[in-house]
C-alpha cells in the first residue's frame, strides 16, 4: 500500500504518572528529515524518537511536538547539610563554655538554620520518562500512518486514471503509425521518382532507401517500452514499500519515450496525441512527488 508523505497524528495520554502529548506532522522530503520541539530537561528524547520514528517512516520531513505534564507529585528528597550543621553546633558548644550558658540546643533548632535541610527533587529515571512518551508516540504514530495510508489511496487512483489515459493515446499513436510511415514511405518514393525522373535509376535501390528513412519514422519500439514502464508503474502502486523514488525514477523514463515518439513521428495527429502524453506524465511526477 502506498503511502503519502504528507500526514498528521496527535496522541494525548496519560503514562507513567505525566500527561504527555505526542503531535506528528510532516510534508514532503526527498529523505528522512526529522525535527522535534521537547520542553525543557527532556533533551534527550530527540535520538530516541528520531531513532524510533525511522523505524517506520523512510521518506518526508517529520516535525514532532511533545509536551510533559507531571500529574503526580514528584518524589523528593530531604538532603542535611551535615558539616553545616556540626559547624553550628560546634559554635553553640563554644558560646555556651565560655559565656557560662546552658547549651539548650535541640534537633529542632538546629533544622531551623537556613540551609541545614534543603530539599531536591528525585532524579528523574529517563528510561521510565521515555517507556511513557514512546506509548503515547506509537498512538501519534499509528493515527499519522493511517491518515498518509488514506491519502495515499486517493494519489494511486489519481496516478491509475492518468496511466489510463497515457495507455489510450499509446493505442492511437501504435494505431496512427503505420499508416504514417507508409504515407511518408509513398511521398518519399513519390519526390524522389521526381527528382530523378530523367536518371536512370535502380527501382530496387529506390525502394529500399524509401524504406530506410520511413522506418526512422516508426516509434514501435518506443511505445512497447512506453507500455513495458507503465505496467511496472502499476506494479510499485500495489507495493508494500516505499517506492516514491522508484516511482521518480520511471516517469523520467516514460517522458524520455515520449519525447523520442514526437520527435520522430512526422504526423500532427500523433504529435496532438504525444503533447497529451506529456501533460499527464508531468501530472503523474507531480502526483509522487507526495508518495513516500
Known sequence: MIKSMTGYGRCQSV??????TVELKSVNNRYFDFSSRLPRNYGFLDEKLKSFFMQTLTRGKLECYVTIETVEEPDVIVAVNMPLAES??????????????????????????????SLRKQPEDEEKIWEAVRSVAQQALDSFVAMRQTEGERLKADVSSRLDLILENVAFVEKRSPETV??????????????????????????????????????????????????????FLDADEA????????????????????????????????????AEIEKIREQIQNIE
Request: charged share 35%.
Open 182 to 235: 507508409k504515407e511518408y514511405n509513398e511521398k518519399l518514393l513519390g519526390r524522389l521518382r521526381e527528382l530523378l525522373e530523367d536518371t536512370s535509376i535502380d527501382e530496387q535501390r529506390l525502394l529500399t532507401e524509401a524504406a530506410i528513412f520511413a522506418d526512422k519514422i516508426a516509434v514501435a519500439e518506443e511505445t512497447v517500452r512506453l507500455r513495458s514502464h507503465i505496467s511496472q508503474m502499476r506494479v
Open 15 to 20: 503514562a507513567g504518572g505525566m500527561n504527555i
Open 88 to 117: 553550628y553546633m560546634k559554635a553553640y558548644a563554644e558560646l555556651s563554655e565560655k559565656l557560662g550558658l546552658e547549651n539548650d540546643i535541640k534537633v529542632s533548632d538546629i533544622v531551623r538554620v537556613p540551609d541545614v535541610l
Open 243 to 278: 517506492i516514491g523514488k522508484k516511482m521518480d525514477f520511471l516517469v523520467q523514463e516514460m517522458n524520455r519515450e515520449a519525447n523520442t515518439i514526437g520527435s520522430k513521428a512526422n504526423d500532427v495527429e500523433i504529435a496532438s496525441k504525444v503533447v497529451d502524453i506529456k
